[in-house]
């Protein structure tokens, strides 16, 4: 059976699936987050493949020793995607993977749609870097990897960014010189496979959704305002700090600040890099986690649920601007692992919002049912679980068909 391989690097995270060619059906996902952490490889077989293998669950440390795990390198992404191929190739023998599929975070203004990578394409990439620097370098270590690992195999790159090519230029713009402007320093956005996704399921619902406003809520988290499902206009920016306060970063802050730290607080380019992508946001303000999750478990820690409540509240002013963009609202939608996840998170975002007719059911939000919204509601809620991998697997299929 031919297949496609999509490959969903994070920092921390890695998340593979295998789909038929043919049917574009998932086959089977092998995933890991925290893969720093205490953390498992899942194997999770589907469809054709659930009748021939079990759910696994392998320590991330008993593949290649702990002292992998010890420090933050490209190792533990290496030796989980090694083992992913190894299992791939022992265990199902009937499986060719024709192709491979990679997210990868930043494609500039220059990728406004997948392409089959070469190294004049690679090259282009690597001088993303600074733009992306937290995610582009493991995404093009992956398919350095990919390439040694299984040589003469396509590899097709799908961009974050390439779902908000064609975003007004008031929105893409700074208030810079034009001529930065045109050098390519302009407003991104990503999690735009994950939106393309959205886009197309609530086109399936066959909803008065044109305009839509979906939230991506989790380690990394942004929105999307959709007018007749493209994009119009995106939380995130140039980087991926713009926006929202997030797990580790800071979201939008005063240039002003940045310019003080180094002037008068001393901080190094790579000191302040790293506040800005490794010590703010959730972390920072709290000062125990980057994980909403554990966050939600800190009844009596008054950093902890200011840091809760500060998501929170970002997040409906950030609704409120995308509203302002659509001159309206149909729809939202929650997204990601936050979004997806946390009932409570959804409620105390919902509840700053009933002031543009938002009104949330308490029992349907507690059950994360697809549709959240009070009989009362002018504006329909959805809770809808994304699926980059699909996307990926889609997008990389019709480009190596058309190839052939």
């Known amino acids: 059976m031919k297949t496609i391989l999509t490959i969903n690097a994070g920092s ?43 759910k696994q669950k392998i320590s991330l440390s008993d593949i290649a020793g702990p002292e992998v795990w010890q420090a ?30 990679h997210r990868v975070v930043h494609g500039s203004e220059h990728y406004s749609s997948p392409c089959l990578l070469d190294e004049k394409h690679l090259n282009n990439l690597q001088s993303f870097i600074p733009l992306a620097p937290l995610h582009q370098p493991f995404n093009l270590k992956l398919i350095e990897l990919c390439q040694q690992l299984c040589p003469g195999t396509a ?42 996704y959205i886009a197309g399921e609530l086109q399936g619902l066959n909803a008065s959704s044109s305009k839509s406003i979906v939230c991506h809520l989790g380690a990394g988290a942004s929105m999307c305002a959709l007018k007749d499902f493209k994009s119009a206009a995106s939380s995130m920016g140039f980087s991926a700090l713009e926006g929202l306060p997030m797990g580790s970063r800071t979201g939008s802050i005063d240039p002003g600040v940045l310019l003080y730290l180094q002037r008068e607080q001393g ?38 649920k200011l840091a809760v409540d500060m998501f929170c509240y970002r997040s409906a002013l950030e609704i409120a601007r995308l509203a302002a963009v659509l001159e309206g609202l149909d729809s939202l939608v929650f997204t990601g692992g936050i979004g997806e996840n946390s009932a409570f998170i959804r409620e105390q975002i919902s509840t700053r919002c009933q002031w543009l ?17 009070h009989a009362d509601s002018s504006i329909d809620c959805y809770v809808i679980p994304t699926n980059e991998e699909l996307v990926i697997a889609q997008e990389s299929i019709q480009l190596l068909n058309a190839e052939n």
């Not at 933050?72 to 499986?95: G, K, M």
Request: with cysteine.
């Open 357 to 373: 007719g938002l009104k949330i059911d308490s029992e349907r939000n507690q059950e994360g049912e697809l549709n959240i919204s």
């Open 155 to 196: 590899q097709v790159a799908c961009f974050d960014t390439m779902f908000h090519v064609g975003q007004s230029q008031l929105e893409r713009y700074y208030a810079i010189p034009k001529r930065y402007s045109e050098a390519g320093v302009q407003r991104y956005g990503f999690h735009g496979l994950s939106y393309q």
């Open 267 to 304: 901080l190094s380019l790579d000191e302040l890099e790293d506040l800005l992508y490794r010590q703010s946001g959730c972390l920072g303000v709290s000062g125990i986690s980057s994980e909403m999750k554990i966050l939600l478990e800190q009844d009596n820690h008054a950093d902890a």
């Open 72 to 101: 933050a390198s490209f190792d533990a992404h290496r030796y989980c995607l090694e083992y992913a191929l190894e299992f791939i190739q022992t265990q199902l023998n009937d499986i060719v993977i024709s192709g491979i599929g």
């Open 12 to 54: 921390s995270s890695l998340k593979l699936g295998l789909f038929s060619m043919d049917k574009q059906a998932l086959l089977l996902r092998l995933d890991t987050s925290d893969i720093y952490g205490d953390a498992l490889l899942k194997i999770k077989p589907n469809g054709a493949l659930a009748n021939k293998l079990h």
